[in-house]
C-alpha cells in the first residue's frame, strides 16, 4: 500500500466512523482524548484492506504489511461551542506527536511509517495552529489533512504524516 492509497482510505473512512459514534461527543465536550478507541476503529478500518494487523508491536501502536503507525488524539485549549473551556497544552501534545515523528524516523525495521492523528476541538481557520502544525510538518515528508465534523457538530483535523 501506497501513502496515497492509504489517506485515501483513511480520509475517507475515519471521519465516517466518527461521525456514526454518539459515544465519542461526551469525550469531545469534555476535550477526553480517545486513543484507545481510535487504534481499534483504526484496525477495524485496515482490515478491509489487509489481514496482517498487529497492535502494539515493537512499541509500536498499529503495524500492518509493511507499515508503522502511530497514532494520536489531541486535544486544544481553543474556545469552541458546545465544549467546555479547559486549558489544555497545545504544544505538549505537538511534542509528543514529534517524539512519535522522531521514533518511527529511527525504527529500521519497517519501510514505511506514518503518524494518524486528530486535533479537535480545531478548523483550518483556528487562528494560531498554523505555527503548531508547521513543527509537525516540518519534521515530515509529506502531510495530508482533512476537517470533519463529530457527530455533534464539534470540528477537528485528521491528518496523516509521512515519516
Given amino acids: 500500500m501506497t501513502f496515497e492509497e492509504l489517506w485515501n482510505i483513511l480520509e475517507r473512512e475515519v471521519p465516517n466512523k466518527i461521525n456514526r459514534h454518539d459515544g465519542l461527543n461526551f469525550f469531545i465536550k469534555n476535550r477526553a482524548k480517545f486513543e484507545g478507541w481510535f487504534k481499534v476503529e483504526l484496525c477495524d478500518i485496515l482490515s478491509r484492506h489487509t489481514n496482517n494487523i498487529t497492535p502494539e508491536k515493537d512499541r509500536i501502536d498499529i503495524v500492518f504489511d509493511d507499515w508503522a503507525l502511530e497514532l494520536k488524539t489531541s486535544n486544544t485549549n481553543y474556545r469552541y ?83
Wanted: glycine letters at 4%.
Fill in 81 to 163: 461551542e458546545d465544549v467546555e473551556n479547559k486549558t489544555r497544552p497545545v504544544t505538549k501534545n505537538v511534542t509528543s506527536i514529534i517524539k512519535d515523528i522522531v521514533d518511527l524516523r529511527n525504527n529500521e525495521n519497517y519501510k514505511n511509517k506514518a503518524v494518524v492523528f486528530i486535533i479537535f476541538p480545531l478548523s483550518k481557520t483556528t487562528k494560531d495552529w498554523d505555527k503548531h502544525i508547521s513543527k509537525i510538518k516540518n519534521e515530515l515528508q509529506e502531510l495530508k489533512e482533512k476537517e470533519f465534523s463529530f457527530k455533534g457538530g464539534t470540528n477537528a483535523m485528521l491528518y496523516c504524516g509521512l515519516v
